[in-house]
């Protein structure tokens, strides 16, 4: 594979937090419902529960509050505390992920530093979705939408 | 994108617009081929083209990728402050 630095079809981000790696990592999956935000999830109604299955090829999931269960990744890398990464099986319609839907990876790294942990998140292959998120990007980027929700969703976490 | 002739292709334009000439000097597949993964670039809406004179030069389109990447670059920012508050705060706890 080619160096991703180039790659239009990828974001990447990272943040430093003060816990150790494998506290780091544990926050990331197994307290993944603990900081993500319930406004966002794909199936309808109320997000009740997201998880992560720990290891290769077990689910990103979620339920919804009338007990529906959705997968909506694979995980691909379980190697703790050091490298998670999963499949993003949710294309721009934002509708459950069907059996054959083809994915974008999302590969988040924990490096040791003096203080904690660099946390750094890749998400690449985007182009596996097709065109369509622009009518994603409207419709969620403006105030009130899901970075509202983050938001709120941090503030309490922070409390 | 399963297929690694295509994904190099598209990574080649994702440097800047080129002709199907060069993009076939720059891949080790047959030009007919680079051609066939073109078209179908182009029908997921990753790719646009335009005829320069007698050349097709090939682009990504920004509408198709460019708006997937903005759209996960503000949501993983976003998603990313509120783990970086939860593990610090776990681990005052400790």
Known sequence: MTAQTTDSSAVRTSVKVSATPERAFEVFTAGIDSWWTRAHHVQSGQLREIGVDPHVGGRMWETNDAGDVCTWGRVLTWDPPRVFAFSWLIGPDWAVPGDDAVGSRVTVTFTPTDTGTHVELVHDRLDTHGSGWEYVRDGVGSDGGWPAGLRQFATATAT | MADPSRRAIFELLGAGPQSVVAIAGSVPISRPAVSQHLKVLKDAGLVTVQAVGTRRIYALDPAGVGAARDYF?????????????????????Q
């Open chain 2, 73 to 93: 670059d503000q949501f993983w920012t976003t998603a990313l402050a509120a783990y970086t508050q939860t593990a610090n705060t776990i681990k005052e706890e």
